[in-house]
């Protein structure tokens, strides 16, 4: 099976998550290539079985060449799971309105019967985001603010990197029966 992971990380976070899944895999003694997205032949695709593909959030949205990728992949007809990282709650209000638009947007372009899953965490974010979080998401509520910023800046955490693991883990067992 040829596995790519391609990513797209500004703030280390979503890269962070594709090398947990170059070590699982590794672990598995699989082979992959492992790409950033900026370095990658959309031309060579057809090569690969399985993609894992990661992006953060960005608008509410998944970043615009990871969406180009995939619209490319979704013409390939190939399995695919996307991760995501992102800075606000992982459900809930705050999650709905700033973060599911990825999941949407992975739903509406990839085949249902092509999605092998899709994942997203908490990130921490860069200080422009941070400011965006603070006064347009809180509208500087002080306490709420100061609670949240604080739980944030501690993500992906070892956790976290221990869940995503377990769920690749997960995901390859599902390929191999």
């Known amino acids: 099976m040829n596995i790519l992971i391609a990513y797209f990380s500004k703030s280390g976070n979503t890269k962070l998550l594709a090398e947990q899944i170059k070590n699982t895999l590794n672990s598995k003694n699989l082979s992959y290539d492992f790409k950033d997205v900026n370095?990658?032949?959309?031309?060579?695709?057809?090569?690969?079985d399985l993609f894992m593909i990661g992006s953060p959030c960005y608008s509410s949205d998944i970043v615009p060449i990871i969406?180009?990728?995939?619209?490319?992949?979704?013409?390939?007809?190939k399995k695919v799971l996307l991760f995501v990282t992102h800075s606000t709650d992982i459900s809930g209000e705050k999650y709905n309105k700033w973060a599911l638009g990825c999941e949407k947007t992975f739903n509406q372009i990839i085949n249902k019967n092509n999605i092998l899953g899709y994942y997203h965490c908490m990130g921490k974010p860069n200080l422009m985001i941070q400011y965006f979080i603070k006064f347009i998401?809180?509208?500087?509520?002080?306490?709420?603010?100061?609670?949240?910023?604080?739980?944030?800046?501690?993500h992906p955490n070892t956790k976290d990197l221990e869940d995503f693991k377990s769920y690749i883990v997960k995901i390859i067992n599902n390929l191999n029966t």
Do not use: A, R, T
């Open 67 to 77: 969406k180009k990728l995939l619209l490319y992949i979704s013409k390939l007809n």
């Open 39 to 48: 370095n990658l032949d959309f031309n060579n695709l057809s090569q690969y």
């Open 137 to 154: 998401v809180f509208k500087k509520q002080k306490p709420g603010w100061l609670d949240f910023k604080k739980d944030m800046m501690n």
